[in-house]
């Protein structure tokens, strides 16, 4: 534990995640990362690990919990800390995640280096959701769920083409399409940043096609602060909707 419990606010956590963990001079490729919380305070973690895999949690207070396969998306993994401060929580075997969930009110993520490889699903959510980033997602990722006005996520380039959920949404979120292949089993395509992350019309009318090609008939939302799309994409995206997607975007 890292005694740093002045100034601590009740509800607030804040958490630090750094990519690699040495322990006696091995490598054993952790999710490790600090949380902050006020004296009572709860910690949940929903995780799930692969077929098979395991995965540990320790929480820095002298208690691990075991994360094993399970046939739900994840598993809930709490810890209530009896004093306030500042403790390292390591996930050992980090690279056996399937599933990573935070979802907690004014729950602070920072983001340091790379996530674990063989994540498939992904989902920040919060109030104050502080992830500075520039990297690419893990490539087999079929869920990426981020939503905060705090996420600082900037990217060039395409998302892993498994996709089947994909939400980004927030104030600081800036995402530099270029065109990409999806597959028709995305159900649900959300991007609904600021406009200091906003979409030019031309990337709009791109995305329409993109989305048309693949075939996909699922939720399709890139109104918000994104500019209308053009008469460019007129007959794509008849094509889109007759494929059964449902459409929301600004009309020119």
């Known amino acids: 534990m890292i005694n740093t419990a002045k100034g601590i606010t009740k509800g607030q956590i804040h958490v630090l995640?750094?990519?690699?963990?040495?322990?006696?001079g091995a490598s054993v490729l952790p999710f490790s990362f600090t949380v902050t919380v006020a004296a009572g305070q709860t910690v949940n973690l929903e995780l799930s690990v692969h077929t098979g895999k395991t995965a540990k949690v320790q929480w820095d207070d002298g208690r691990e919990?075991?994360?094993?396969?399970?046939?739900?998306?994840?598993?809930?993994?709490?810890?209530?800390y009896t004093?306030?401060?500042?403790?390292?929580i390591?996930?050992?075997?980090?690279?056996?995640?399937?599933?990573?969930?935070?979802n907690i009110p004014a729950y602070?993520?920072?983001?340091?280096?790379?996530?674990p490889v063989n994540l498939t699903f992904m989902?920040?959510?919060?109030?104050?959701?502080?992830?500075?980033?520039?990297?690419?997602p893990p490539v087999n990722l079929t869920t990426l769920y981020l939503q905060g006005n705090s996420i600082a996520w900037t990217y060039t380039g395409a998302l892993p083409v498994n996709l089947t959920y994909l939400l980004l949404q927030g104030n600081a979120i800036a995402w530099n399409y270029t065109?990409?292949?999806?597959?028709?089993?995305?159900?649900?395509?959300?991007?609904?940043?600021?406009?200091?992350?906003?979409?030019?019309?031309?990337t709009v009318d791109q995305v329409i096609a993109d989305l048309k090609t693949s075939g996909m008939a699922g939720i399709v939302n890139i109104a918000g602060k994104n500019e209308a799309r053009?008469?460019?994409?007129?007959?794509?995206?008849?094509?889109?909707?007759?494929?059964?997607?449902?459409v929301t975007v600004n009309e020119y």
């Not at 995640?17 to 006696?24: A, P, Q, V």
């Not at 889109?240 to 997607?245: D, E, V, Y």
């Open 179 to 202: 065109s990409q292949s999806y597959k028709s089993t995305l159900t649900h395509f959300y991007y609904l940043p600021s406009a200091t992350g906003k979409w030019l019309s031309a």
């Open 90 to 102: 390591n996930i050992v075997d980090a690279d056996n995640l399937k599933a990573f969930r935070i």
């Open 17 to 24: 995640f750094n990519d690699r963990l040495k322990t006696s």
């Open 230 to 246: 053009t008469s460019a994409s007129d007959q794509d995206l008849i094509d889109l909707r007759a494929n059964g997607a449902t």
């Open 65 to 80: 919990t075991t994360v094993s396969y399970s046939v739900g998306s994840y598993e809930s993994h709490t810890n209530t």
């Open 108 to 115: 602070s993520v920072n983001i340091v280096g790379a996530l």
């Open 123 to 136: 989902s920040l959510t919060g109030t104050s959701i502080a992830w500075t980033y520039t990297g690419s």
């Open 83 to 88: 004093a306030a401060g500042t403790y390292t």
